[in-house]
């Protein structure tokens, strides 16, 4: 049997939990505290008029993306 799901996510970008990304990062072997902080500063980056984010990733920063498919690969699986 094969199954094609198409799932639009309302809002994905916008709703991403910070906590929950980086234990994902540092389950899947990415263990550089460094790196880790980098990315997490990234995430609560100010965004003027609106303030710093408690959750969400940055649209059109330049590793949403690749967060956005670390969030979802457990959904893949």
Request: proline share 3%; hydrophobic share 45%.
């Amino acid at each position: 049997m094969h199954f094609v799901v198409n799932i639009d996510i309302l809002g994905f970008f916008d709703n991403v939990n910070h906590t929950l990304l980086v234990k994902q990062l540092w389950n899947m072997g990415i263990q550089d505290r460094k790196v880790l902080a980098c990315i997490s500063k990234m995430l609560k980056a100010e965004i003027e008029g609106e303030g710093k984010p408690s959750k969400g990733v940055p649209q059109g920063g330049l590793l949403s993306t690749l967060l956005s498919n670390i969030v979802l690969n457990d959904l893949d699986h």
